[in-house]
C-alpha cells in the first residue's frame, strides 16, 4: 500500500462520524501494518500488534471498538486459532 493511498483511507474514515478516537486509532493501525506488509487488502494480524500500535491497553476496550468496526462494515476478521499462523483482516471500506 502506497502512503498516499493511506492517507485517503483515514481521510475517508474521519467522514463518519460513528468513529471516535478508539475507532480510528485501531483502523491506523491497521492500516500501518497493511502499509508494512504491502497489502490492499488482506492483513495478517496479532491482537497483541495492534493493540500496542493503537495504544490500546485493555481488553475490554479492544475487544468493543474492534467488535463496532466489524459491525460498521469497515473490517472482517478471520481469526486463526493455530499459535504458529496469524489472524487475517480484510479492509471491507475502501475510500
Known sequence: MKADKLLKY?????QDERLNVWHLALL???ISLAYKQKQHQTI???????M???????????HKYFKELQDFGYIKYIPSFHPDCRSEIDLLKRY
Open 10 to 14: 483515514i481521510s475517508f474514515y474521519e
Open 28 to 30: 491506523v493501525a491497521i
Open 44 to 50: 495478517r494480524v496479532s491482537r497483541s500488534k495492534i
Open 52 to 62: 500496542k500500535l493503537s495504544h490500546v491497553n485493555t481488553l475490554p476496550t479492544y
